[in-house]
């Protein structure tokens, strides 16, 4: 008795643009950190995870160019989420915004880190390939 898995979907098309890559990752940080914000009161693994997927969705579904946006993206939007959650349920009080605010990236920091690294090396390493070679003389 013989099995056949069927083929997964490919891709058509050359991928999300830069604003597609955008808006798909600041959704996804969105959602899922501001589900783990109200029910944690606190930033932790499922935002940390979710960043680093991300990065990688937006590397792998974006066109050619979209690098750079893929790689600043995420801790941007991380930071906005984290900000708005925050204003709505402290209010305007600088010392308790604050303190908060550095609590919640500190606790996604190895993720923000590792995801980081990975994404400024892809981005770096495509820049590099771009380049063409010195003639040598």
Not at 14 to 28: A, D, I, R, Y
Not at 82 to 103: E, H, K, Q, W
């Amino acid at each position: 008795m013989s099995t056949t898995t069927p083929a997964l979907p490919k891709i058509t098309g050359p991928g999300l643009k830069k604003e597609g890559v955008v808006v798909l990752q600041s959704f996804f940080i969105a959602l899922f950190a501001g589900i783990e914000l109200l029910i944690r009161s606190g930033a932790g693994i499922v935002s940390g995870v979710i960043i680093c997927l991300v990065l990688f969705g937006g590397i792998r579904f974006g066109r050619k160019g979209t690098t750079y946006v893929a790689v600043v993206t995420p801790p941007l939007a991380f930071a906005a989420t984290v900000l708005l959650y925050l204003l709505f349920t402290d209010g305007i009080n600088p010392s308790r915004l604050g303190l908060d605010f550095i609590a919640s990236l500190a606790g996604i920091a190895p993720y923000l880190l590792a995801s980081a690294l990975y994404g400024w090396f892809i981005f770096l390493n495509e820049k590099a390939k771009a380049r063409k070679p010195k003639p040598r003389s």
